[in-house]
């Protein structure tokens, strides 16, 4: 006999005392309506709702934080690796731009000389696997109030404290582990990287990864794509590109039928004389975006850059990549916990960095090893496919 039919029978067996009042109580459910019923079943919903669901904020101030592309490519994979290492389903944002902030990143003159600039910072969310909410600030004092009111439901990035207050009193010589005034600090990578052994991945939209596979098989195919980077940046001339060396190599490898370059850069970058390489195509020839020079790094066979920001987007892919800068800068070194060399653990050993002046020699030796290295692994791109 079942547990449920033998506590019945007890019953049935039992006093009048007890059996009365179950009886009665059983008489008094069964004339209740079903539709009074249907009611009762929305309370536990309820309950639930009362309590938002956690998530991750990420906090982007355009007046106080850095204003460079690789730096928020930096952030949003900040976000991703706090939402998985906490366990939650989104992330919301908030953009504050207060033009009475007196802070003032050496960033800022980029993002106001050009609003299609500030616009191209704000769209790369989309790589973000699973944004949330999304809120623009004028005020700081309203992003404040909207701050307090939220606290308790949220993992905030930068880690401002409940009393933490705008303007932010910045030390911009200052490297803090809580993101500010530096929100792209690599502590929270490293911290996973240790405990778990790789990092979550970004994302990137279907019909953008879409668009470079055609791009690749309308202009490069069949050879196989190498992404380069060709930097002239006036604003911090010692992390430009070599012109000399890298025309030199380009010119050098022209006959080689196996691989064709991918050139991004901006439109002042372009040097006109490489478009009359065979091996050469501009990205921008062909009306691509930052969005759009993104998904070609994400789907070439590897890339290859000067000291500037992207490179970090195929690291957290775990992309091959080439890395050339010409000498060691202290700060960004410390912000990514890098000052003697033995950061970005996360790191793979087809994800070379190598500093110093270099020649065409130099960059043929580069590309060539890291060549060898992946045909002898049989690597192929798993965005290709």
């Not at 994979?77 to 989104?90: C, S």
């Not at 960004?332 to 003697?340: G, I, L, T, V």
Request: charged letters at 25%.
């Amino acid at each position: 006999m079942s547990l449920r039919a033998e506590v019945l029978n007890r019953v049935k067996r039992g006093p009048a005392w007890l059996r009365e009042p179950l009886r009665a109580a059983w008489r008094g459910w069964t004339r209740i309506e079903p539709a009074v019923l249907g009611a009762l079943h929305v309370l536990p919903h309820a309950i639930v709702r009362a309590k938002p669901e956690r998530r991750v904020l990420g906090i982007y101030h355009l007046q106080e934080h850095a204003g460079h592309l690789g730096d928020m490519v930096d952030f949003l994979e900040i976000l991703n690796v706090l939402r998985v290492g906490h366990g939650l389903r989104k992330i919301d944002l908030c953009y504050i731009d207060d033009a009475s902030n007196p802070n003032q990143p050496v960033s800022r003159k980029r993002l106001d000389a050009s609003q299609e600039y500030k616009e191209m910072m704000l769209h790369l969310r989309v790589l973000l696997p699973c944004v949330g909410a999304v809120h623009h600030f004028d005020s700081d004092a309203e992003f404040e109030r909207f701050f307090r009111s939220n606290f308790g439901r949220y993992v905030c990035w930068p880690r401002y404290g409940y009393l933490h207050t705008w303007p932010t009193a910045h030390n911009y010589m200052h490297i803090s582990d809580r993101g500010y005034p530096f929100p792209n600090v690599f502590t929270p990578l490293d911290d996973y990287f240790a405990a778990r052994g790789e990092l979550p991945t970004l994302t990137c939209p279907p019909a953008l990864l879409e668009w470079a596979r055609d791009f690749i098989h309308k202009h490069v195919s069949p050879a196989l794509p190498v992404v380069v980077q060709l930097r002239f940046n006036p604003d911090s001339p010692s992390r430009n590109t070599d012109a000399e060396a890298w025309t030199l190599f380009l010119q050098r490898m022209e006959d080689r039928p196996e691989f064709k370059f991918v050139v991004i850069s901006r439109r002042e970058e372009i040097l006109p004389e490489l478009r009359q390489l065979k091996n050469v195509v501009y990205s921008k020839d062909h009306a691509s975006s930052v969005m759009n020079d993104l998904a070609l790094i994400l789907i070439s066979h590897f890339s290859m850059f000067p000291d500037a920001g992207f490179v970090t987007l195929p690291w957290f892919y775990g992309l091959p990549t080439i890395f050339l800068g010409k000498q060691r800068h202290p700060f960004p070194h410390q912000r990514m916990n890098d000052e003697h060399g033995t950061g970005l653990r996360f790191l793979t050993p087809v994800q070379r960095r190598r500093y110093g002046e270099y020649s065409v020699d130099t960059l043929e030796r580069e590309f060539w090893s890291l060549w060898n290295d992946l045909a002898t692994a049989g690597w192929k791109n798993p965005f290709m496919r």
